[in-house]
């Protein structure tokens, strides 16, 4: 019988597979954006966050294999085909063809990628937070394709339009996110 994981037994899978710090720091990001958005739409924060915790379960061990290796590790261990379903959605296009169709799939893969881009921003400020960040700082380096050149800015512009949000409105809530998890992921600055 499938199992939809609690926060700590998602949190052991991946501290299993994962070591890095900053693939840690990312997860704690995206469960921390996904339970934001959880609470804003009326949706289960814990739910949301799980899957927002787990969704790069595979990429320390398994590049190359993105999102499916995660898919075979969760299923085997039984963990529910919906949670499973959420967590290919986020590499749609990109190295699954799982097409995020709820607004739980949609939200992980329009901010996914903004973490990354915001992390990048705050970590170039004065105060290294996120605490006073600014939508239009954001904004601002998202236009420079030179600046965290990694980040995939069609997939966050693919996002909000999945989910008929309009990209100032996305980033603002990824902060607001992002600011109730700030010291798990060191972006509280000088203002612990």
Known sequence: MAFKPTREQAWEILTEYTKSDALIKHALAVEGVMR????????DAE?????????????????????RK????????????????????HGYGLCTDVEPTTRLEKTLYAVDELTGLINAVCLM???KSVLDLEVKSVKKKFKQP????????????????MLGMELDEVIH???QGMRKCAEAIDLAGDFQ
């Open 146 to 161: 030179s600046f965290a050149a990694g980040v995939n800015r069609e997939v966050i512009r693919s996002g909000c339009e």
């Open 47 to 67: 739910e949301w966050g799980v899957i927002g915790l787990l969704h790069d379960l595979d990429y320390e061990q398994y590049p190359e294999e993105h999102c």
């Open 70 to 89: 995660t898919g075979e590790i969760l299923a085997a261990r039984d963990v529910d085909p919906g949670y499973i379903r959420a967590i290919m959605s």
């Open 36 to 43: 934001h958005f959880a609470e804003l739409f009326g949706e």
């Open 173 to 175: 809530e990824t902060i």
């Open 125 to 127: 400020r004065p105060s």
